[in-house]
């Protein structure tokens, strides 16, 4: 199969000083990105700029201040930020598809699927899907909240072989490099689960900084993708990127954070890369072995239930100090399991007047997240 890279590009690359999208800037990523395809990669762009674009435009009359201020401000920027993709490649022959994505379409999985597949048949049939979160409807609670997290989902969703995030820093720097004169850049981690975080390093529009890329870079490490970050300035970068990753030596470029597993795939895989679960249910000593021992949890070591889920949900799993220790995809609502929690495997029956098995969460959809082990984003 083709090659797949998904590159998320920050404000920072594509704003000018005044918040207006920078026509050359634009233009040259456009041709980078034909070129890169016309290489035999696919691409998916996840590109922020809607609320900085839409300030330039009414930022007098809407102060970017407030989230419902942002709403509208984004629903204003987002079609000159995908008018700018349009008309910038379509000289090359190639179309933009736009596709606007909250958490909420993560967390559900039929949504999920339904988001993937029709990304699929954008891929397949050549389009070049240009993904941003639906900020004119996301409100707090069902949020992703930065484009660098938002990439490493996207990347996650469809499979990708690299992420690329362009912003406006070079790499990542051993020691930072607004204190130390003699930081240098790190050509590759290998190990990112041990790297320390120092600095916000946030530019004037982005949302994240400097550690939203690394949790990114480090959850999609987990799940066996590498991440590069680079400046989104240098001119022809993604065609240069995606040089380095065939070639081995010549010049280096970015910091690339290196995967350090075997792909995971399926429902764990969604499990993992989801930031919210829809309820939790607290379990007792015996189950919390079980789970950690990699074992299904069964509803007799259920303590509490809640939240407001059905079966096929993500839902997280407490020990009885409220500590999260995994989630994982429960085969039963909320509902059913306040009715058979504590009960062996025998009274589900009983309780229900039907069993969906003995398995509340079973092992192949359970992912555990203490001890940095296969943790979901953030
Ligand atoms: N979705 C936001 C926008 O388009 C950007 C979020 C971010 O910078 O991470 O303005």
Known sequence: MMKRLVVKIGSSVLTLE???????????????????????????????????????????????????????????????LINAYLTNLRPYNKLVAQVLLTHE???????????????ELMLEK????????????????????????????VAAMINADRLIILSNIDAIFDRDPHTYSDAKPIDEIKHIEQYRIFGEGK???????????????RQLARIGISTTIANGRIENIVTKLADQFTREGGER?????????????????????????????TVDEGALSAVLKQKSLLAAGVVTVSGTFKQGDVISIADVRGREIGRGITNYSVTEIGKIKGKKSSQINGSLGYSKGDEVIHR??????????????R
């Open 126 to 153: 050549g389009f070049i899907p240009v993904v941003n979160e639906n900020d004119a409807i996301a409100v707090e609670e069902i949020k992703v909240g930065d484009n660098d997290t938002l990439s490493a989902m």
């Open 105 to 119: 379409d993560f967390i559900d999985r039929q949504r999920y699927l339904n988001a993937r597949r029709s990304m």
């Open 18 to 80: 005044n918040g207006t999208p920078d026509p050359v800037r634009f233009k040259s990523l456009a041709r980078d990105i034909a070129q890169v395809i016309e290489k035999g990669y696919a691409v998916v762009i996840v590109s922020s700029g809607a609320i900085a674009f839409g300030s330039s435009l009414a930022g007098k009359s809407l102060a970017p201040v407030s989230i419902p201020n942002k709403q509208v401000l984004s629903s204003i920027g987002q079609p000159l």
């Open 364 to 377: 192949d959809n359970l992912i555990l997240t203490i001890n940095n082990q296969d943790v979901p984003f």
């Open 203 to 217: 530019s004037r529009y982005g949302v994240g900084g400097i550690k939203t890329k690394i949790s990114a870079a």
């Open 253 to 281: 470029l970015g910091t690339t954070v290196v995967a350090n597993q075997k792909k995971i795939s399926g429902a764990k895989k969604w499990v993992s890369l989801l930031l919210k679960s829809s309820g939790s249910i």
